[in-house]
């Protein structure tokens, strides 16, 4: 079965930077489309980012733009988002998720348990 | 960005009643709309997706309907697994965007 397993979530300092990996499996990875959503008690659910299953388009929200960067290693089934210049603002869950197919593409079918980071000094 | 506005935040009900939330785009979304179950310290599971197609392996007590800027999702006979925050997601324009949830609570 599909399985979406985050980590490296924790306290990081405002300005700090932090990797996320998401370990993927039960599934061809190469061929979805994945994404990471975060979510907060105040602000809910966030989309954050894209990247195609070949890894060449990339999208963002225009929160994170020029600050978080999303890759994918398909040889290791494995989604990150490097995340940069971290604000207080961007403390949530950060979940990984695949994105779906045909009628389904453009919402989130399968998600992992989710990561917390929390930017505070 | 395109808002999408559930109602109501928050509903009680009780095991074997059947309750409608109701998701509103601010503007058209065609039948791209998403529905999601989540329950504390889980991720959201996805139940239904361009508006009425149920993701496999999700029950036939939930049901989703609507097209444009109105959508419901119907959950019949309720069990004590279905009180949950439910949020609805449009994907028809960049950027996809969630509701802002609606809590189900047993009274």
């Known amino acids: 079965q599909v399985q979406l397993v985050e980590s490296g979530g924790g306290l990081v300092k405002p300005g700090g930077s932090l990797r996320l990996p998401c370990a993927a499996s039960?599934?061809?990875?190469?061929?979805?489309?994945m994404t990471w959503i975060r979510q907060t008690p105040g602000k809910g659910l966030e989309w954050v980012s894209y990247?195609?299953?070949?890894?060449?388009?990339?999208h963002y929200a225009d929160s994170v733009m020029g600050r978080f960067t999303i890759s994918r290693d398909n040889a290791k089934n494995s989604l990150y988002l490097q995340m940069n210049s971290l604000r207080a603002e961007d403390t949530a869950i950060y979940y990984c998720a695949r994105v779906g197919s045909i009628e389904a593409a453009g919402t989130f079918d399968h998600w992992g348990q989710g990561t917390l980071v929390i930017v505070s000094s | 960005d395109i808002q999408v506005t559930q109602s109501p935040s928050s509903l009680s009900a009780s095991v074997g009643d059947r309750v409608t939330i109701t998701c509103r785009a601010s503007?058209?979304?065609?039948?791209?709309l998403a529905w999601f179950q989540q329950k504390p310290g889980k991720a959201p599971k996805s139940l239904i997706y361009a508006a009425s197609r149920l993701q496999s392996g999700v029950p036939s007590k939930f049901s989703g309907s609507g097209s444009g800027t109105e959508f419901t999702l119907t959950i019949s006979s309720l069990q004590p697994e279905d009180f949950a925050t439910y949020y609805c997601?449009?994907?028809?324009?960049?950027?996809?965007?969630f509701g802002q949830g609606t809590r189900l609570e047993i009274k």
């Open positions: 990247i195609s299953g070949d890894g060449t388009t990339k």
């Open positions: 997601q449009q994907y028809n324009s960049y950027p996809p965007t």
């Open positions: 503007q058209d979304i065609r039948h791209y």
């Open positions: 039960g599934f061809s990875f190469s061929d979805y489309y």
